[in-house]
């Protein structure tokens, strides 16, 4: 697998969820770098820059897999375990996941710098996180490299903050497998570009 070049057009066309992934090792920590120093331009507001990430690869990101396997396994019908099993094994033969937390002390330094605006901070940060997200998704898959977007949280939270010392203050918001695409994505279904879109 070797970088691709394309438009930005082209990644968020070309952006869809992966959730079958194999190992290849060109798909480093340095490049990884690279990819998360592009994608935490993505904008804040109030420039709060409460998001924090956290990157598990190689047997960091097998043991994180193993964590939501044997945390699910007291949750889910044992009738529907082995389906679970296979979802995520497609999730674990990856490279790596990227964890997303919230930092909530700065949430909470913003609600007092700002207190007009108090009740808003929580949802903004969602925002932002969202826009984290979506941005290191969209650069991932310009690279070629496969991903999806997964919540295992909240069930999964104590068990990762002791693992990988996480401090208490950040706040599991979501998980994101890569590496490389070891499917190809069915078609994808849209509404109706009026029901969506109005312009007066």
Known sequence: MTATTTTIKDAIINRRSIRKLKKNENITKERM????K???????????????????????HEKFWDIVKETLRSRVPEENFAATIERLQGFRDGVGTILFFENQETIEK?????????EQFPYWSHQG???LQYAIWMT?????????LQHYNPIIDEAVK?????????????????GEPNEQPGEKTFL???DVV???
Do not use: C
Request: negative net charge; without cysteine.
């Open 110 to 118: 913003m609600q007092e710098k700002a207190p007009s605006y108090k």
């Open 192 to 194: 109706s570009f009026d």
């Open 129 to 131: 996180n969202a826009m």
């Open 38 to 60: 592009t994608a935490l331009h993505a904008p804040t507001s109030f420039n709060m820059q409460s998001g924090r990430v956290v990157v598990v690869m190689d047997n960091e």
């Open 198 to 200: 109005k312009f007066y």
């Open 162 to 178: 002791k693992t990988w010392d996480i401090p208490g203050e950040w706040s599991l918001i979501a998980q994101m497998p890569f």
């Open 140 to 148: 991932l898959s310009a690279e070629g490299i496969g991903a999806s």
């Open 33 to 36: 770098n690279e990819v998360l």
